[in-house]
C-alpha cells in the first residue's frame, strides 16, 4: 500500500504558497503613492538682451615725444599705476641743450645792439628803417630761443592722466621719432564695456539706463549705465555700437578682460512653464514628467523638451500642453501607470 501522506503535504503547500504571491501582488497594484502636482501654465517674464563684449578704460592716451632722440630713461612698467603729471619718460636732452645755449647767447647779442641803437634813434640819430630792422632781428631771436626751450622742455614726457600703463613699446637707449606712440596709459577708475546690439533690439535700448555686466574672470557681477549709442549701423553686422560704464573699485577690472552684459528689456516674453522640479532624467538623459490623469489617479511617464530656466521655473518646448497637471514632489517612487494620492 502507497503511502499518500507528503503528497498531501506537498499540494497543501503549493495552494498556500500560490495564494500568497497572488495576495502580494493584489496588494502591490492597489497601493497608491501621495504626491504633489501643479496644472501646466503660461508665465510671463521680461525679456533680457544678453551682449558679449570688451572692456576698456574710461580714458586711454597713446604717447609719444614731440621731439626725436635717444630715450634715456623710462619711470614705469606695464601693468604699473602712473599719476597724473608725472615723468614718465625723457629723451637725451644734451643736443637740445646746447641749442637753446646758442639762442640764449644770439639773444644776448641782439639784445646789446638794439640797447646801443635805441639810444641813437633816441636822440634822432638813426634813421625809422634801421631802428626796424634791429628790432626786427631782436623779436626773431627771442622767438627762437623760446621754440628752442620748448624743445628741450619735450624730451622729458608725462603722463596727462592718472592710470595704468597698459603698453610699454620702446625701452631705454632706443632712437624714436617725432609723434611716434611709444606708450599705452589707460584709467581705469571707471570702466567702459563696447559691445553691439542688433538692430532689431535698439528700440528697446536707452541712454541711463541700467545693465548687468558679468565678468567670468574672477565670477562677479556689476551694475552698469548706457552711456553711448551708436547712430549709425555697422556695414557688415547691421548691428549698433554700444557703450556701458561701470564703476571699477579696487581696479580689478583690466582692459581686455570680456564681459557678459544683460540688458533688461520692457518687452516680456510667455513660456508654457512647470516648476523646474518636476523634471526627471533617464539613464540615456532622455528629460521626462509624470503627468496625472485626474479622473483615474494615475501617473502617466511623458517624455518632454525642456526649454529656458528662468528662477525656479522652466520652459517646456514640447511634451505639455496648457492645464495638464503634473507630478512636482513625490515622482521618484513613481512609474508610468502608477496610482496617486494628489495631496493639496
Given amino acids: 500500500m502507497i503511502n499518500k501522506t507528503p503528497y498531501f503535504i506537498l499540494l497543501i503547500f503549493i495552494f498556500s504558497d ?5 495576495s502580494g501582488n493584489t496588494g502591490s497594484q492597489g497601493s497608491s503613492v501621495a504626491v504633489i502636482t501643479q496644472k501646466v501654465a503660461n508665465s510671463s517674464f521680461s525679456r533680457n538682451i544678453s551682449l558679449s563684449g570688451n572692456v576698456e578704460g574710461i580714458k586711454t592716451v597713446r604717447l609719444g615725444f614731440l621731439v626725436a632722440g635717444k630715450i634715456e630713461f623710462i619711470a614705469a612698467n606695464e601693468g604699473e599705476q602712473v599719476s597724473k603729471n608725472t615723468l614718465l619718460s625723457s629723451l637725451d636732452p644734451a643736443s637740445y641743450a646746447i641749442a637753446k645755449e646758442l639762442a640764449d647767447i644770439q639773444v644776448n647779442q641782439v639784445q ?6 635805441k639810444l641813437m ?3 634822432n640819430s638813426l634813421s625809422e628803417s634801421d631802428f626796424a630792422k634791429i628790432s626786427f632781428g631782436l623779436q626773431q631771436a627771442k622767438a627762437q630761443q623760446k621754440l628752442h626751450t ?5 624730451t622729458k614726457l608725462y603722463s596727462p592722466i592718472e592710470g595704468v600703463l597698459l603698453k610699454k613699446l620702446a625701452e631705454v637707449g632706443e632712437i624714436t621719432g617725432v609723434g611716434i606712440p611709444l606708450f599705452v596709459v589707460s584709467d581705469i577708475s571707471r570702466v567702459k564695456i563696447n559691445t553691439y546690439i542688433p538692430e532689431n533690439e535698439l528700440h528697446n535700448i536707452k541712454l541711463g539706463q541700467t545693465a548687468k555686466v558679468y565678468i567670468s574672470s574672477f565670477d562677479k557681477e556689476y551694475e552698469g549705465k548706457i ?7 555697422d556695414p557688415a553686422s547691421r548691428a549698433f555700437s554700444l557703450k556701458i560704464e561701470v564703476e571699477n573699485p579696487g581696479f580689478l577690472i583690466r582692459p581686455g578682460m570680456i564681459a557678459e552684459v544683460t540688458v533688461p528689456s520692457p518687452a516680456k516674453d510667455e513660456y508654457l512653464t512647470i516648476p523646474s522640479a518636476a523634471i526627471m532624467h533617464d539613464y540615456s538623459d532622455q528629460s521626462f514628467v509624470f503627468v496625472v490623469d485626474p479622473s483615474k489617479n494615475i501617473a502617466y511617464r511623458r517624455n518632454v523638451s525642456p526649454g529656458k530656466l528662468v528662477n525656479d521655473l522652466i520652459e517646456v518646448v514640447s511634451g505639455l500642453e ?3 497637471t503634473v507630478v512636482t514632489g513625490g515622482q ?8 496617486v494620492i494628489i495631496q493639496k
Fill in 18 to 22: 500560490g495564494c500568497q504571491s497572488e
Fill in 112 to 117: 646789446d645792439e638794439y640797447n646801443r641803437l
Fill in 332 to 339: 521618484q517612487k513613481l512609474n508610468d501607470g502608477s496610482r
Fill in 150 to 154: 620748448k624743445n628741450l622742455a619735450d
Fill in 322 to 324: 496648457m492645464n495638464e
Fill in 227 to 233: 552711456t553711448e549709442v551708436g547712430s549709425a549701423a
Fill in 121 to 123: 634813434h633816441d636822440n
